[in-house]
């Protein structure tokens, strides 16, 4: 038997004024993940505690089938084990995002895609700046995503349960002095995050995209810290190898920490340009390998965060084209299987931001009944009727666990 996980990442949304009050997934021409609601079941599952905030680290640790509520501790830790980082008990990772600040207020939480060779060059900046500290450690990412280390020499560490932060992509154009870090340790991210003000306002090569009609990063923003969690294998809960597909290092980490192999794909960008088709060939390709296989897609929800409906559309097409059209073809040919469509939370093109809520999941294949759904979308999938509550039971459901 394969499996296949598609997630296109924060698809589902409320009725845009723009789309002739449809959600995105009304408005696209989706007819693949139609196919699939109609040959399965559909229906909607909520894969974000109330109790949590909303975000593709919680959301899809429940998608996979681990309840967030007991294994997770925080984004960054997911996303240092992606760069094969490892932590101490007392070690703590934090997300620094390079991003801009214009008049007190966040322009853009990604510096404006700022480059790779210039997002390194300001993350050395800000390590040089901490040289005397040997507790703090920067680790350049890929472009505005980066990491910032604390480790805990001593045993001991400044942050603590309460220790609260918040996305940058989740306060866009808002002004940042009633969302900066709070609770233990909170002056020590405040006291980074002000040093590296000073610092880029003086780095030339920075600045010099001001001439270019381009955004500067203003600042580094430090959110999602936690400790490293102890995560079950994937193996030992459903007993099948598998492996992931995805340009986003959240993901990557996830995956390793499952003992899933993590398969790079040529032009994934983890943006609205990434290559759709290879990242479905690279599917076909791994099943050969794997049993399961997660296609993750960034590209939705990087539209919600820019409040593009148009952008948000389009990616959904290109993913029902490029993506589940060819690895359900593929899945028919091979024998028994079964191919589950589902994001991992909600972004509001209204918001720009992350919700909670229910989102659609759409299931065919082997043994799966169909509840005669004809379309996927959110509207739909809430008449079918078929409602999961705790979004970590979807997994025991795809693998017929009960």
């Given at each position: 038997m394969k499996y296949v996980l598609i997630i296109p990442d924060g698809c589902a949304d409320e009725p845009q004024a723009s789309l002739g009050d449809k959600t995105p997934l009304q408005a696209a021409n989706v007819p693949h993940m139609d196919a699939v609601a109609q040959a399965g079941e559909l229906g909607q599952t909520d894969n974000v505690p109330e109790s949590?905030?909303?975000?593709?680290?919680?959301?899809?640790?429940?998608?996979?089938?681990?309840?967030?509520?007991?294994?997770?501790?925080?984004?960054?830790?997911?996303?240092?084990?992606?760069?094969?980082?490892?932590?101490?008990?007392?070690?703590?990772?934090?997300?620094?995002?390079?991003?801009?600040?214009?008049?007190g207020c966040l322009q853009s939480f990604t510096a404006g895609q700022i480059p790779n060779d210039l997002g390194e060059h300001l993350i050395g900046l800000m390590q040089r700046a901490c040289c005397g500290d040997a507790h703090w450690k920067f680790h350049p990412g890929v472009s505005y995503r980066n990491l910032l280390l604390y480790r805990a020499r001593d045993g001991k560490a400044p942050f603590a349960d309460d220790t609260h932060s918040i996305p940058p992509h989740d306060i866009t154009d808002q002004p940042i002095d009633e969302h900066l870090p709070m609770g233990s340790g909170a002056c020590d991210l405040r006291a980074l995050m002000e040093k590296s003000v000073e610092l880029f306002a003086d780095d030339e090569l920075n600045q010099s995209r001001r001439d270019r009609n381009e955004l500067p990063a203003t600042q580094i923003w430090l959110w999602g810290q936690g400790r490293r969690p102890a995560l079950t294998p994937f193996v030992d809960r459903f007993g099948v190898e598998s492996a992931v597909i995805t340009a986003v290092d959240l993901l990557r980490g996830i995956g390793r920490l499952l003992g899933w192999d993590v398969v790079e794909v040529e032009g994934a960008t983890g943006y609205t340009d990434t290559d759709y088709a290879a990242k479905g060939r690279a599917a076909i390709e791994t099943l050969k390998s794997k049993d399961f296989v997660v296609v993750h897609v960034e590209a939705t929800d990087e539209a919600s965060h820019e409040g593009d409906a148009v952008a948000k559309v389009e990616a959904l097409e290109r993913i029902d084209t490029d993506i589940v059209r060819s690895v359900h073809e593929h899945l028919r040919q091979q024998g028994d299987y079964r191919l589950l469509v589902c994001p991992d939370h909600p972004t509001f093109l209204r918001t720009k931001t992350h919700s909670h809520g229910y989102v659609p999941f759409a299931m065919c294949g082997s043994d799966v009944a169909t509840n005669s759904a004809k379309t996927y979308d959110e509207v739909t999938a809430a008449r079918t009727g078929l409602t999961l509550d705790e979004g970590h039971r979807l997994m025991n459901r795809f693998f017929a666990r009960g």
């Open positions: 949590m905030p909303s975000g593709s680290d919680v959301g899809t640790m429940s998608l996979f089938g681990y309840d967030p509520v007991v294994f997770h501790t925080g984004r960054a830790p997911l996303e240092a084990a992606a760069q094969g980082i490892e932590l101490g008990p007392d070690d703590w990772a934090i997300r620094c995002n390079l991003v801009t600040v214009t008049d």
